[in-house]
């Protein structure tokens, strides 16, 4: 008999086949852990509530949640819900959720035996929502290192406290301190509280009676690093007068002043050194010394240095007739009067010593904007009595001086670097003006990456022809990387300073300058050679 070795083997496998079927049919699979929970839309908030919409599993008994803000280190919440859509709030957890926070929320799927319960599932953050307020947001003019201000919109009951709190009493319940409301306060809308430590984040809430009204995170600044001799004037509404406030300062004192405010001279008698500097302040301004009284020297006093540094220095009264920031007819001996970040404006003269005796061996004036200085110009020696033994002017702006630089005394050396200088001095006189026969020496000067305009004619007539320097027979130049515009011209016969170029910037200081007659200086002629390297650096291109 012939047999089909193709249809035998079709039967074969198919009979194979059927056994493998039904031992299937018997088979058990073993039972394993439901799958982790995952979420049908993103978790979010509402208020100070968290809705949490899960996808539904039908094999789940319940859902364990938990809750926390540190990412699961510390559980805030926990409990079961039946119910895949659920609303986390005070009737879920038993209290209100924070406001504006952070939380992390994460979910276990639960069986019929907890043995088959799912692994947990980090469901996300959240972060519940403001508080509704009428607070203002602090920027950073509104926190200094001791004192933040406190703002907001007048709306609904009045508010009449502010709290300040830690930064880690989330619910607000211990107050470091109070502060009750004036009228006046109240009717601003704002209120300064103070005894803040530096560095230290806090929550500062309004409140109407005991109701809050919304609170706010503030950091202070870090403190100023001035040491232990300071004398600090911030803070303080009424006006202060140096005469009295400065009245025991010690040697090596820091004085601290609050920029926008405004104190007084005060005919204040120097004997110590002193540094007067610009603290923190709620504005951006410089404070405010006014001089209509001047600073003086006590009488024999031997004093280190006193400068002044980011302070705006001017008169009140319209001092240009009359008024000095140092007006000294003492006798005595200063090392060093220096002015650093300093505008100084509208004044008869900046330093001028008139009467007595005495040296003051270093005057220095850097990264200043000087303008509008009468007939005593930028330091006027003005008794041969006195002596400057050093003059240092350097990356600054001077403009609108009758006279720049006068002395009755010999002086060792001056030095101007990267200034810009136009209108001064005026038509006729001298820029630099030693007037004292047989002390009217300067041994060295040296003029460097310095820009020149015209002088000032105060009439405002276009003639601006001056004379170079007066005095001065055996002085020792040097003139390098400096520029004086096409309108800058010397007087008929009068003494040109040897070096200084002449016109070989060819243009006008208008072509040059942006607004030369309001002292903006920035260069505007992409052209100027010396654009990069020469002038007040605060004007030069991308500076």
Same mark, same amino acid.
């Given at each position: ?36 929970? !995952? ?53 879920? !957890? ?47 003019? @509104? ?49 300064? !509280? ?108 031997? !004093? ?11 008169? +009140? ?78 990356? +600054? ?65 276009? @003639? ?80």
């Amino acid at each position: 008999m012939k047999i089909n070795i193709k249809s035998l083997v079709y039967i074969m496998l198919a009979g194979l086949l059927g056994i493998i079927a039904c031992n299937n049919d018997d088979e058990v699979f073993e039972r394993t852990r439901l799958f982790q929970p !995952v979420l049908n839309e993103d978790l979010y908030s509402e208020d100070n509530t968290i809705i949490v919409n899960l996808g539904n599993m039908k094999q789940a008994e319940n859902y364990f949640i938990e809750v926390s803000r540190d990412s699961g280190v510390t559980i805030d919440y926990s409990f079961t819900v039946d119910t895949n859509y659920f609303i986390i709030d005070e009737n879920l !957890v038993g209290e209100e959720l924070l406001w504006y926070t952070l939380y992390q929320v994460q979910a276990t799927a639960n069986a019929d035996e907890s043995q088959y319960n799912s692994l947990p599932s980090f469901l996300g953050s959240v972060r519940t929502q403001k508080f509704p307020s009428n607070m203002g947001t602090p920027t950073y003019f @509104d926190i200094l290192d001791n004192r933040a201000k406190v703002f907001w919109t007048p709306s609904g009951s009045s508010i009449t406290t502010i709290k300040v709190f830690a930064a880690d009493d989330a619910r607000l319940t211990n107050p470091l301190s109070v502060k009750e409301l004036t009228e006046e306060e109240m009717s601003a809308s704002e209120a300064v !509280v103070g005894g803040l430590s530096p560095a230290t984040e806090y929550q500062i809430a309004i409140f109407s009676g005991e109701t809050i009204r919304g609170w706010e995170v503030y950091q202070t600044r870090e403190a100023l690093e001035l040491g232990d001799n300071v004398i600090d004037l911030t803070g303080i509404d009424t006006m202060v007068n140096f005469a009295t406030a400065l009245a025991d300062a010690t040697e090596g004192a820091v004085v601290v002043l609050e920029g926008g405010k405004t104190y007084e001279a005060g005919g204040y008698e120097f004997n110590v050194s002193l540094a007067f500097v610009s603290g923190y302040s709620f504005v951006a301004a410089l404070p405010v010394i006014d001089c209509n009284s001047n600073f003086n020297l006590l009488d024999g006093a031997t !004093v280190g240095t006193i400068s002044f540094k980011d302070i705006k220095l001017t008169a +009140s009264d319209g001092g240009f007739g009359g008024r000095y920031v140092f007006n000294i007819d003492k006798s005595g001996t200063i090392d060093e009067i220096k002015f650093d970040g300093c505008v100084i404006r509208t004044l008869r003269g900046i330093g001028r010593m008139k009467g007595g005796e005495g040296v003051l061996n270093n005057y220095t004036i850097n990264n200043c904007q000087i303008d509008s200085i009468n007939g005593y110009g930028v330091i006027s020696v003005d008794k041969n009595t006195w002596a400057c033994n050093n003059i240092t002017l350097k990356n +600054s702006s001077i403009s609108k001086c009758q006279y720049f630089l006068v002395s009755r005394n010999n002086t060792n050396s001056l030095t101007i670097s990267d200034c810009t200088i136009n209108e001064a001095p005026e038509k006729g006189r001298q820029l630099l003006r030693w007037r004292e026969a047989g002390q009217d020496e300067v041994t060295n000067v040296s003029i460097t990456n310095t820009i020149i305009g015209h002088g000032w004619n105060m009439t405002g007539e276009e @003639d601006y022809a001056i004379d170079g320097f007066d005095g001065m027979a055996s002085t020792n130049w040097n003139v390098v990387n400096c520029y004086t515009t096409g309108d800058f011209s010397y007087g008929e016969g009068k003494d040109e300073i040897p070096g200084l170029p002449i016109g070989n910037y060819t243009g006008s200081v208008n072509d040059l300058w942006t607004d030369p007659g309001n002292a903006i200086f920035e260069i505007k002629d992409n052209g100027f050679a010396g654009k990069n390297d020469s002038g007040d650096p605060r004007w030069r291109p991308g500076l």
